[in-house]
């Protein structure tokens, strides 16, 4: 019988090919979606987000409700935490993820497709982010985090409620019925996307991929004799344990977030070579490298900051419900809608 440990890699591996395969039928991708919206005048994919994120809060809060997980274990619901910081990186992750058309999952999806600028994408990123968690540049992020954070009583919408005098139950229901119900509305009062039932599709996907990590590392993971850290999707620092693990595989454990990495390239790689979809290409000049390669820099860098990505803050923080998740979400989101203005042009 396999234990929880291999259970949860196991299944890691298994929402990455899901989300891999998903990912290149669908287009699925935040910045994609808000070119569309800002720039293109097609809102289909940022509806499809904007699902996502719906059927992720619902389904992510009926877990923690009933009991099943604990998101107050994750990395998202400190008691402890820097809004300047979050904000900071949340724009540097934005901006960045513009210059290199699209973020760390885009890139591993693309990459299966055999888009081999998407490889720099992921080294440098992974680099940039590991210089950030541990190397030269994580003593200046200790010290900006030491010098800004905050103790707070409140670090979730639900939480926020009880202090109006509700219960747990009914503040979670509350929040999570609120925001489900203005996304959903959002999402579907667009005409072109109700009739677009493979956008419909990926954004249901994708949410419930969200909530399952949850599952799978919070209740399937739960050993009091090994424990596993209670997360789902996210892509910064599993892309850099990625790196590690392939130099360094002696002195690193497999986790969920390595194999959920490896099952996102292997998902869309199957994909693109079943459906006719994989070709390679690469970079068109020199200066268009170097502005790939210093975006992914900056999404190395602002998505430790940030505590994740355009997924793993924008859809699995954001699934918590953390004040925090909501701090770095309005930086990628500002980031993204800056980098847009001053890069309409960048190539897909």
């Excluded at 919070?218 to 790196?243: E, H, Q, R």
């Amino acid at each position: 019988m396999e234990s929880p440990a291999q259970l949860v890699i196991l299944a890691g591996l298994i929402i990455g090919l899901v989300y891999g395969a998903v990912g290149l039928l669908s287009g699925f991708c935040l910045m994609s979606s808000m070119r569309g919206f800002l720039t293109d005048g097609d809102g289909r994919l940022v509806r499809s987000y904007a699902l996502a994120i719906a059927v992720a809060i619902a389904a992510s809060q009926f877990l923690a409700g009933k009991g099943m997980v604990d998101l107050g274990k994750s990395i998202y619901l400190q008691a402890t935490f820097s809004v300047p910081v979050l904000f900071l990186g949340g724009l540097l992750f934005g901006y960045g993820m513009v210059l290199s058309n699209g973020c760390g999952s885009r890139a591993l999806v693309l990459l299966g497709r055999g888009n081999l600028r998407s490889f720099v994408v992921v080294i440098v990123l992974a680099i940039a982010a590991q210089m950030t968690l541990k190397g030269l540049i994580a003593p200046a992020r200790i010290a900006l985090v030491q010098a800004s954070q905050t103790t707070v009583s409140v670090n979730s919408l639900p939480t926020l409620l009880t202090t109006l005098g509700l219960g747990e139950a009914g503040s979670r229901a509350l929040a999570a019925a609120a925001i489900v119900a203005a996304l959903i509305l959002f999402a579907f009062a667009h005409p072109v996307f109700r009739r677009s039932p493979g956008q419909i599709a990926a954004g249901v996907i994708v949410g419930l991929l969200v909530a399952g990590g949850w599952y799978v590392t919070g209740y399937l993971g739960a050993d009091d004799f090994n424990p596993v850290p209670v997360t789902s999707l996210t892509f910064i620092a599993p892309i850099a344990d990625s790196l590690q693990y392939a130099m360094l595989s002696t002195g690193l454990m497999l986790n969920f977030g390595i194999a959920t990495v490896v099952g996102v390239f292997a998902g869309s790689l199957v994909t693109a070579l079943a459906t006719g979809r994989f070709h390679l290409e690469g970079y068109s000049s020199p200066r268009h490298m170097l502005r790939s390669a210093g975006g992914a820099a900056l999404m190395g860098i602002g998505g430790v900051m940030a505590f994740g990505c355009s997924i793993g803050q924008g859809l699995t923080g954001i699934s918590t419900l953390a004040l925090g998740s909501f701090i770095a979400v309005a930086g990628i989101l500002l980031g993204t809608t800056a980098g847009l203005r001053v890069q309409p042009l960048a190539v897909a």
